[in-house]
């Protein structure tokens, strides 16, 4: 019958890169995003191939709508979830942090879910999402960023654990990318800026490989090595800055 992937958050970025390769692999593929005209211009690229949803993470249907998308591609051997928002907010602007959270924790934990149970009453699946290196540590340019990053981590190793409680079938992978040119950074001068379609070959071959937890790519492996290990009391006096 083929492989079948669900993509949240495909209308631009990674995730489209993410959707793309997967079509070329010959899976079917479920996209999902808010803009119509991306997903109707994705789904042109195959459209035997791929089925389209128009799904909000932040709105209380969005599982609903997750499973008519399902039910449109028959079937789900793996969920990835795409979809984060982030800006740095140096005023510390409240509206800009609740949005924040309401896509990347709340909107997370109403996807993640959605899919848990959905691998549950399968009895297998696997369970991908695309947190960020930025979890790793505060960052006062972004608090509510590094912030719902940090959550997405910790959250998906309580998915893992409750899993593996439950004696479930279900893999986990955690993809944490560095900087990537993609709409949500919106200017080059991001240190150590990666490509989309670069980024999305990682992310493929990390998931293919059931990787608990892929950080993207090597020079910010070695960048979070030492990043950990930075003293409180130091990480606090510096200006980190993009």
Known sequence: MGKKVIIIGATSGIGREVALIYIAKGWKVGIAGRRVAELESLRAEAPSQVSAQVLDVTQPDAPEKLHALIEQVGGMDVFLLSSGIGKQ????????????????????????????????????????????????????AAAAYSATKGFQNIYMDALDQLARMQKLNIQFTDIRPGFVATPLLKDDSYPMLMKAPIVALDIVDAIERKKRVAIIDWKYRILVFFWRLIPKWIWLRLPVRN
């Open 89 to 140: 907010n140096y005023t510390l602007q409240t509206e800009i942090e609740l949005a924040t959270a309401a896509t990347n924790v709340n909107g997370f934990i109403r996807m993640t879910n959605a899919a848990y149970h959905y691998f549950e009453q399968q009895g297998h699946g696997h369970l991908a999402v695309i947190s960020s290196i930025a979890g790793t540590k505060g960052l006062g």
